[in-house]
């Protein structure tokens, strides 16, 4: 199942009728402003993830057994339908992510 993105969204002729459809330039500029905005707060958001998975051997065992699953030995960039059949890591992210006491996130896992 695809995920689609704020940029599929954008660009749905059907969410969009009567509405124009963004320029490149217009979708460019989203995308800058929402990484720039974000940057900060992801980065420190993927550093406790990094450590919180690196502090359980069987989360980090697991998630290393899923990715060699489904990336295996790649010589190409990774798409988002690889990323789709990694189940254990976009668990991982949204937990990461919706939950405001990091230390204590990876637990039930």
Request: some cysteine.
């Amino acid at each position: 199942m695809k995920v689609p993105t704020i940029f599929d969204t954008i660009l749905n002729p059907k969410a969009n009728k009567n509405r124009q459809t963004p320029s490149d330039s217009d979708l460019t500029a989203e995308a800058v402003l929402m990484l720039l905005a974000g940057m900060d707060t992801t980065a420190n958001a993927l550093v406790v993830g990094t450590w919180g998975v690196l502090q359980d051997s069987k989360i980090y065992q697991k998630l290393v057994q899923e990715l060699d699953a489904v990336l295996g030995q790649i010589d190409t960039e990774v798409t988002t339908e690889m990323i789709e059949r990694l189940p254990y890591l976009v668990k991982l992210l949204a937990i990461l992510y919706s939950n405001s006491l990091f230390l204590t996130c990876f637990r039930g896992l």
